[in-house]
Structure formats: structure tokens, C-alpha cells
């Protein structure tokens, strides 16, 4: 594939023209929805083909996302028009690993004692009744992830579920996370029915709980394409290339060069040589924390201050072939115990059959690290060797039926909410609202957590409301706010 894909015939006339740093699905698809609008669209994507880690890879002849990426019922229309019928719609179920077993989600009594039995589960379930009992008498908010989550679950829970798990993914102790990291999450469940269980019913679900174990009702409903998340991304790169839509590859942002509150041009380089994009309006993806040390001239110091505040976790994927014909019947299980290095693993042939073969299964491994850890590929042989040693021990199989065929680093993949980030946040914020012709969205270029493909999709919906306006962008999103849908 070449490093870029500009149209043969250069798009001339009045068309507006759209400038997009990183073709990730945010950028792809934001990209998409400019064009039907009449721009004209080029994407700068730093990697050798677009899509972000909304991709699949082939291994031996099977399929591997980077990650579990679903798609949900509100945004259905969106991706048959993009895939048609090779969208098909399934039934998910989700999971623990706790104490060498697979526990539904969510972590409610009746799932605990499906799995768990009985006797282990009253203390659990005592803890969690008494800890709702005294949440309904606080007044005060809840300081830290550890406080909301023994508000919610209970003391015991926590401890078991939640205490050793947070540190996994974002590199904090629980009492240095934010709130958000959980009230993010949650809302995703409470958006999609996974805690209807706990929630909604209470401890009355039990016996019903227990009646429809396997049936549909329990279960996410959600849709995924034939042959991998990728298809949606490939059919995008598809409809921007016939609109005439120029997608740079292997092309790094050097700067962004902005004088009396504009984006005057992205400078560029390609493997062609340096290059200056200019458009009317330039939507970045990147991580904010990136367009911030990119821009020219430089920002004001505290600006930059809290743009180093702000960080990633970097993510390993490990992508294995194992001897059987499936480990699990859950798309994804997450892994609580400090025991178990990864803090997930899913396989693709849940989502797909033909993600695998009859006799072997794939999974991918997750590991998450930070920046001190050195280079990915210092500290990969060492990641793997806990994570097969781990893997054969919760499944009870011989590390010989396990074989590596690939390992991924995503750089960017969860901001980190340490207490206080919202004010660094906020201060980025501020420094951006005054650019009415740059826009920042996006998983990354927002700093979200938890920002699904969905929550994109919706995202974009309020940046083309402010290009549509017409009005100025403090205008429009009347105060900075941190967890504003863009900046």
C-alpha cells in the first residue's frame, strides 16, 4: 500500500476542506460525515494502514481484533450501511476470573452463587446489603475509586474484585483514582442492562437469575461483522477514497502552526518529504497531550504544565493460538487477582465462529504498562512468560497447547484518571476553546476512559452540530469543561 492516496484529480471550487491529524475510527469516521457535507477531506495517520485499533489482524489463518471492540443496538443503522448484511447480531456474555472460576457479569448475588455457591457468597452478599445501607445516609461525595466502590459493592467485594484490579490498568493505587474511572464504566452498564440483576431487581432476582442462566436475556445483546471490527473501518477508508478523500499514511504531525486564535497550517512529514496541510477546519484525534507539545508557537507554561499532568497507560496484546476448541463461552473475562499479570482476555470465536478453527481457539492476552518500563520490545519475552504461566493456570492447561503468534503495543489506550485530572484537563480545555477552526475528539484526543466506538459516533454528532452553527466555539459549548465531547 502506498503512503498516500491522493485523488488524480485535485478537488477545486469553493468545497470547504477538513484537515484530520490520525485515522483511527474517530478520524475515519468524522472524516466520513465532513464529506457528506461537501468537504474536502485529508487524514494524516502515522501508521502504515488506517483504522487505529479498530483493525483486525491474520495469524495462521485466524482472526485477532486489537481488542474486543462490540458494536450496540443505537448506532445499528451507521454500520449495515457500511457492512450490510455481514453484520450480524449476537448474544455476549461477559466475566470474571476469580479463584480458578468464570463469573457472569455482573457481580451480583445471584451470579455469585451460581458460581461461587452458597456458603462463599453470604459474606460477600452481607458485605454488599450493608454497604448500600450506609450509602443511602451519606451525604458527602466519595473521594476516590476506592471510596465509590465500597459505597456500591461492599468492603469484601472490593477486596476480592476491585483492589487489585484498578492498579492493573491504570498504574494507581485505587485511592489515587478518580471517581471517574468507575462512574464512566458504570454508566455503560446501566446504559445496556448488565446491572439489571443488581440494580433494578435486588436480591429478588435470585431464583429467576438462576432459572434463565443461559438464556438471552442475560446476556449483552450486541453486533459484530463477519471476519472482524476491521470491516468497518475498511469500508470507511472505502467511501472517503471514491469521494475524491486524500488519507496520508505513515505521515507524522510535526506542528500546528496557529497564529491570531487559527490553525494557519499542520506541518507534516511523509515519506515523500515535509508537507503543510491547510483547511478551514482541522479535527484532531491524536492524544490532546500530543496536539499540545505540537503546537506553534508554544503554548503558555501552565498550559503545558498540566498537558505533562496528563498521561496514558500503555496496553500489550498478546495473540495466541490454544490446542482446544474453546476455552470459554464469555467474550471477555476480566481477571481481578493480583496473581494473574493481564486484566483481561478475549476470544474472537465468541464473537465469531470463523474467528477460529474446529479443534483450536485464539485469545488475546492483555497486559497493561507504563512509560517507565522501557521499549515494548525490552520488556515483551519477560511480559510473556508470566502471562503463558498464568493463562495455563486459570484454564488448567499444559503451556505447550498455548502458542504465540504475534504482540501488539498500543501506546495510548486508557487515559489515566488520577485524582485531580479534571483540573489539568479543564486547563487544556481553556487553552483550546479559543480555536474555533481546531477541533479535539475522540477516545484520545478528549482523554476518555471509557469512550466506545458508540460514544464516538455520538461525539461527532455534537462537533458537526458546532461546524453547522456557525457560531464561535466558546459560543457554542458556553464553558470549557473537562468532560466536555470535544474541545
Given amino acids: 500500500m502506498s503512503s498516500s492516496d491522493m485523488p488524480a484529480e485535485a478537488n477545486r471550487g469553493a468545497r470547504q476542506k477538513a484537515v484530520i491529524l490520525g485515522g483511527g475510527f474517530a478520524g475515519l469516521w468524522i472524516g466520513y460525515q465532513l464529506q457528506k457535507e461537501g468537504y474536502q477531506v485529508e487524514i494524516l495517520e502515522q501508521d502504515k494502514t488506517p483504522g487505529g485499533i479498530l483493525k483486525t489482524i491474520t495469524k495462521e489463518g485466524f482472526y485477532f481484533d486489537l481488542g474486543p471492540h462490540i458494536f450496540l443496538e443505537p448506532h445499528v443503522p451507521h454500520y449495515r450501511d457500511l457492512v450490510g448484511d455481514d453484520l450480524r447480531r449476537i448474544n455476549g456474555f461477559y466475566g470474571f476470573g476469580f479463584r480458578g472460576k468464570e463469573i457472569p457479569s455482573p457481580i451480583s448475588p445471584a451470579n455469585l452463587i451460581k458460581t461461587l455457591g452458597v456458603a462463599a457468597t453470604i459474606p460477600l452478599t452481607a458485605s454488599m446489603v450493608w454497604a448500600r445501607a450506609k450509602a443511602a445516609v451519606h451525604r458527602d461525595a466519595p473521594g476516590n ?18 483492589r487489585d484490579y484498578v492498579p492493573k490498568v491504570t498504574g494507581l493505587p485505587c485511592t489515587e483514582v478518580s471517581v471517574d474511572w468507575f462512574t464512566e464504566r458504570y454508566r455503560f452498564y446501566q446504559e445496556h442492562n448488565l446491572w439489571k440483576e443488581t440494580v433494578r431487581k435486588g436480591l429478588g432476582t435470585l431464583r ?31 467511501r472517503i477514497r471514491e469521494q475524491g478523500g486524500c488519507i496520508r499514511l505513515e505521515t507524522t504531525v510535526d506542528r500546528v502552526a496557529v497564529a491570531s486564535d487559527r490553525v494557519e497550517h499542520v506541518g507534516y512529514t511523509s515519506p515523500e518529504g515535509t508537507g503543510k496541510a491547510q483547511g478551514d477546519i482541522v479535527i484532531s484525534t491524536i492524544p490532546v497531550t500530543s496536539l499540545i507539545d505540537r503546537m506553534w508557537p508554544e503554548v503558555p507554561q501552565e498550559t503545558r504544565a498540566a498537558s505533562t499532568a496528563l498521561s496514558f497507560r500503555r496496553l500489550a496484546l498478546f495473540f495466541c493460538i490454544v490446542s482446544r476448541p474453546r476455552l470459554s463461552d464469555k467474550i471477555q473475562i476480566y481477571f481481578p487477582e493480583a496473581r494473574y499479570p493481564f486484566k483481561r482476555i478475549y476470544e474472537p470465536k465468541n464473537l465469531d465462529p470463523s ?9 488475546c492476552v492483555e497486559v497493561c504498562f507504563d512509560g517507565k518500563a522501557g521499549s515494548f520490545a525490552s520488556v515483551r519475552d519477560e511480559m510473556y512468560e508470566s502471562v503463558l504461566g498464568g493463562v495455563a493456570h486459570f484454564y488448567r492447561i499444559r503451556p505447550e497447547e498455548v502458542s504465540l503468534v504475534a504482540a501488539i503495543e498500543i501506546p495510548h489506550a486508557y487515559a489515566i484518571y488520577e485524582k485531580g485530572y479534571e483540573r489539568h484537563l479543564g486547563t487544556l480545555a481553556r487553552h483550546l476553546i479559543r480555536y474555533d477552526n481546531l477541533v479535539s475528539y475522540g477516545r484520545q484526543g478528549s482523554f476518555r476512559y471509557n469512550h466506545l466506538v458508540d460514544r464516538v459516533i455520538d461525539a461527532s454528532g455534537r462537533v458537526m452540530e458546532f461546524l453547522r452553527s456557525g457560531t464561535s466555539k466558546k459560543a457554542f459549548l458556553k464553558d470549557a469543561h473537562p468532560k466536555s465531547e470535544f474541545f
Avoid at 438464556?215 to 471490527?229: I, K, Q, S, W
Avoid at 474467528?355 to 485469545?363: F, L
Fill in 355 to 363: 474467528m477460529g478453527t474446529a479443534q483450536t481457539t485464539g485469545i
Fill in 145 to 162: 475509586v476506592e471510596e465509590i466502590l465500597c459505597r456500591r459493592f461492599g468492603a469484601r467485594i472490593y477486596r476480592y474484585f476491585f
Fill in 208 to 238: 429467576s437469575a438462576a432459572r434463565k442462566r443461559h438464556t438471552e436475556e442475560e446476556g449483552l445483546t450486541l453486533y459484530y461483522p463477519r471476519r472482524g471490527a476491521a470491516m468497518i473501518t475498511e469500508a470507511l477508508v472505502g
